[in-house]
């Protein structure tokens, strides 16, 4: 059985610990959504002291359209890439890999944020953002937002990240279309199937590999089901992670969809295993479990106990970067 400081590969890359920092925003950056020096001393100080062998960055927009809130990372153009540069170099310097998240808000976008309309799968008020109701998107936005992932990747490639993952967690834009809350499309992108919504991850992870190439790890952040009644199901995120594999993703990342990063009634650590445990069974790519995790003795009895291969610790290291040095930490 897999250790937590055992090293692990993500595709052609190596962890020296499974323990990750998995994205938190901040909403730090400055007015132009670039990476100020105070992002970079949080996220080195983190690196060098929470014993994690991956860091995923807090969500970064890919177009203004999907801007989620004030101060959020942006890395929808090229401005962007020399501050993300000088992050990646202070994280690499502490021996520590790090991949940048990359989303759009959907329906939970503002116009006030944005000064444009939210768009989404469907006119669905989103349950975080009931002021405004999107406009269903069209095939040819569609194909328009799955060019703007493609091309904030290879922004990332060239600022200096290890890797990428693509947002579809916490009510975003592409875990939209996976729920059938907000999926009431009858198109090839609808609700008829978990097929059919996740046809646009699909198409968004085969142009970000385009765009990246072969040697360069994709991540896919899926909110794998809502917990309420006609949402996604665990069984949907199952069947999706298969299909994710298949397509050429090389770490899965789960945690909640339109309910955000909770499960109701659960505050236990790794609360996120009933959806962790059957897709570890149903896939060989790496799987990262998060939730309610807050010491290291529990993080290595998630790993023992098989609920993922990798384990994510968050509100714990955003609150301290040594959380891991407590005197409670014994081996098990």
Known sequence: MAQIFDPISVRH??????????????AKADERGCVTDAICAYYQQRAKYSKVGLIITEHCYIHLQGKAHPGQLSIATDETIPAFRQLTTCIHGEGVRVFAQLSHAGSAAMSKNTGQTPVGPSMVYHPKQPEELPAAMTVGQIHEVTAWFAQAALRAKQAGFDGVEIHSAHGYLLNQ?????????????????????????????????????????????????????????????????KIFQQSGVDLLDLTGGMNGFVRPGHSEAGYFRDISIPVKQAVHIPVLLTGGV????QAKRLMADGC??????????YKNPHWADGPSQKPI
């Open 294 to 297: 807050t010491n290291l003795d």
């Open 177 to 241: 279309f996976y729920s059938p809350l907000a999926n009431r499309r009858a198109d090839e992108y609808g609700a008829q199937s978990v097929e059919h919504r996740i046809r646009f991850h699909r198409e968004v992870i085969q142009a970000v590999r385009e765009a990246v190439g072969n040697d360069f790890p994709i991540a896919i952040r899926l909110g794998g089901c809502d917990y309420q009644a006609g949402g996604s199901t665990v069984e949907d995120c199952v069947g999706a992670c």
């Open 13 to 26: 890359l190596t962890l020296n610990s499974r323990l990750v920092m998995p994205p938190m925003a901040n």
């Open 308 to 317: 993922g291969d990798l384990i994510g610790v968050g509100r714990a290291i």
